[in-house]
């Protein structure tokens, strides 16, 4: 059993004891094929936070700063991890993620790139656009609508897959296939909130 399955239940139960978490949608995750999940990105709680709501195990981008830390390198890359150099354009972790969801597997990024704790999106990085665009990959957006506050409740929300078959067809840009991600993330906050 991998360290990821083994800790899912038990981040979960804990998760649901103190943060009272819903999920919504949940349905809207294929269960087959690569799937690249984009999502606000409130606290360093999100990854395993939508770890514990989705129903396919994960990969991730973290800092590579986080990689320096010895033990927590160790943690994080069993737990899928994948290093990004944050503030220019990292090579690997482009080759990494389009590999690993040309494998079938799910990718979850932050389209914002650093974390935003207000209901209104930043503009979106295009990396999650050039990913849209260039993979086959099923685009699911995804929005954390919560404080992180203990006890008081969390919803993790699944929107449907995107089709980006036209985009594709006109070979548009990563930055306009990354807005309509954000504006589909966008929706699913202002539908949710409460």
Same mark, same amino acid.
């Given at each position: 059993?991998?360290?990821?399955?083994?800790?899912?239940?038990?981040?979960?139960?804990?998760? +649901?004891?103190?943060?009272?978490?819903?999920? !919504?949608?949940?349905?809207?995750?294929?269960?087959?094929?690569?799937?690249?999940?984009?999502?606000?990105?409130?606290?360093?709680?999100?990854?395993?936070?939508?770890?514990?709501?989705?129903?396919?195990?994960?990969?991730?981008?973290?800092?590579?700063?986080?990689?320096? *830390?010895?033990?927590? +390198?160790?943690? *994080?890359?069993?737990?899928?991890?994948?290093?990004?150099?944050?503030?220019?354009?990292?090579?690997?972790?482009? +080759?990494?993620?389009?590999?690993?969801?040309?494998?079938?597997?799910?990718?979850? *990024?932050?389209?914002?790139?650093?974390?935003?704790?207000?209901?209104?999106?930043?503009?979106?990085?295009?990396?999650?656009?050039?990913?849209?665009?260039?993979?086959?990959?099923?685009?699911?957006?995804?929005? !954390? *609508?919560?404080?992180?506050?203990?006890?008081?409740? !969390?919803?993790?929300?699944?929107?449907?897959?995107?089709?980006?078959?036209?985009?594709?067809?006109?070979?548009?840009?990563?930055?306009?296939?990354?807005?309509?991600?954000?504006?589909?993330?966008?929706?699913?906050?202002?539908?949710?909130?409460?």
């Amino acid at each position: 059993m991998s360290l990821y399955s083994f800790g899912k239940p038990i981040v979960s139960g804990l998760f +649901k004891l103190f943060f009272r978490y819903k999920v !919504i949608g949940e349905e809207n995750v294929p269960k087959d094929g690569g799937v690249l999940l984009c999502s606000n990105h409130l606290s360093n709680f999100d990854p395993p936070m939508i770890g514990c709501a989705c129903p396919r195990e994960l990969s991730f981008m973290a800092k590579a700063e986080l990689f320096k *830390i010895p033990l927590l +390198k160790q943690l *994080i890359t069993r737990l899928n991890a994948i290093p990004v150099k944050r503030g220019h354009s990292d090579r690997q972790a482009f +080759k990494m993620t389009m590999k690993l969801l040309e494998e079938g597997k799910t990718m979850t *990024i932050f389209p914002e790139g650093t974390r935003n704790k207000t209901d209104q999106l930043k503009k979106g990085l295009s990396g999650a656009g050039f990913f849209a665009l260039r993979t086959n990959a099923h685009v699911v957006p995804c929005a !954390i *609508i919560g404080s992180y506050k203990l006890f008081k409740p !969390i919803k993790v929300v699944f929107g449907e897959p995107i089709d980006f078959s036209e985009l594709k067809s006109r070979k548009a840009k990563p930055a306009e296939a990354t807005e309509i991600i954000m504006t589909h993330i966008q929706a699913l906050i202002d539908q949710h909130k409460s």
